[in-house]
């Protein structure tokens, strides 16, 4: 196992971490990159401009923003190779002894680099099907971690015929949510001690607009008596901030409306429900917290794999999914009140949530990359 090491002591081999530009593949890799540098081992983590505003902006560890190419096939794949050459350079100067990739776009000029020096390359997937940049370079990977015991488009021919090593660590999560208790608070048929059933609503990195529209229309069908023992934490987009609280006041909805908040970890323990997309960090965190919730998957996800995401908990009884166009009518209504009306539901899906969660998937990681740094694994460690 990587232990923290001594101030006094060389740092060790740096590592590439590569993510894509959407919160979903960014958040799990900066978990790690922090996770590294308090080790002392030296970290660059790179992404593009879009992946960087999901960092903070003083982050423990170095960031290299990519320049990305839009525009037609031929001007991305040029500009791919470019970055590619540019990367070739960067890593022939800091040697790092491992890249590990999590999909997107963005992080295939960096394990392209990886390839050409032969420097070993790990993928992480954060959903329940397989990206497609990890699919690409699949083939070429040490490890393939995996956060969901079933994820679909894996060629398993594959893994066994190369001897990649395919092993299901569970997702990566904030330490600030694995310390949210586990259970969520018991709601009695007479409310909590406020007297409402607490829902907390994000929006999510992609898709927040069409889902907020969504929410408040599937509210307005509450029954009234009901909406009157709501209190909603609303995680919205800016530019709907000021609506969402107006229609909320209208439909006579208790709530906390804002584009962020820094101290989700209280908001999350105190919350019954959840209502949000289907993305991978949310998944992760329902799963680490216990807290049930309405998933509506994002239609356009690449694969569909928001809907591949919540399937794994429906299955598993740990909550709902509603598809997006019901948002909109009385069917997430009638969810939401019978919810309300039965709240030992919402218990046997907290309960359910415990068991289904595979907890230590930091430390199963850096167990792993600890053998690759030392040298210490065999070819035949490899096989599945």
């Known amino acids: 196992m990587i232990e923290k090491k001594k101030e006094n002591e060389e740092r060790q081999e740096e590592i590439v971490l590569l993510a894509g530009g959407t919160g979903g593949h960014v958040f799990p890799a900066q978990i790690l990159a922090e996770a590294f540098e308090s080790r002392g ?4 983590f790179m992404t593009d401009q879009r992946g960087r505003v999901y960092l903070k902006k003083e982050a423990s560890f170095k960031v290299h923003v990519l320049e990305m190419t839009s525009g037609s096939f031929f001007k991305r794949l040029w500009g791919t190779l470019k970055n590619v050459r540019r990367l070739l350079k960067l890593f022939k100067q800091k040697k790092p002894k491992i890249v590990i990739g999590f999909g997107g776009y963005p992080s295939a000029p960096g394990a392209l680099a990886a390839l050409f020096l032969r420097i070993p390359l790990c993928l992480h997937e954060q959903n ?6 990890n699919r690409l370079f699949l083939p070429f990977s040490k490890i393939l971690f995996l956060t969901f015991p079933k994820t679909h488009k894996i060629p398993i021919f594959l893994i066994r015929s190369l001897s990649i090593k395919k092993k299901v660590v569970g997702p990566l999560v904030r330490s600030e949510i694995q310390h949210v208790e586990r259970r969520a608070p018991y709601l009695s048929q007479k ?12 929006g999510g990195s992609q898709g927040s607009l069409s ?5 408040l229309k599937g509210l307005a069908h509450v029954c009234p008596k009901i909406r009157a023992k709501l209190f909603i934490t609303f995680q919205s987009p800016e530019i709907e901030r ?3 609280q107006e229609e909320l006041h209208r439909l006579g909805i208790s709530h906390e409306v804002a584009s962020f908040f820094t101290n989700m970890e209280r908001r999350l323990s105190k919350a019954h429900l959840m209502v949000a997309r289907a993305g991978s960090s949310t998944v992760g965190e329902s799963l680490a917290s216990a807290r049930p919730a309405i998933f509506v998957p994002l239609p356009s996800a690449m694969d569909d794999h928001q ?11 740990g909550g709902w999914m509603i598809p997006q166009n019901d948002m909109f009518s009385e069917k997430s209504a009638q969810l939401i009140e019978y919810l309300f009306e039965n709240p030992k539901e919402l218990q046997k899906a907290s309960l359910n949530l415990s068991k289904m969660y595979a907890a230590g998937a930091l430390e199963k990681i850096l ?4 053998v690759l740094l030392k040298g ?3 070819e035949t460690d490899f096989l599945t």
């Open 128 to 133: 329940s099907v397989l990206g497609r940049v």
């Open 41 to 44: 081992i030296k970290t660059l």
């Open 242 to 244: 000021e609506r969402v």
């Open 367 to 370: 167990e792993s990359v600890d």
């Open 191 to 202: 409310g909590t001690t406020s007297g409402k059933l607490q829902m907390l609503v994000l």
């Open 211 to 215: 889902l907020t529209e969504g929410i």
């Open 376 to 378: 210490r694994h065999k």
């Open 307 to 317: 809907t591949r995401n919540a399937t794994f908990i429906t299955t598993g009884g």
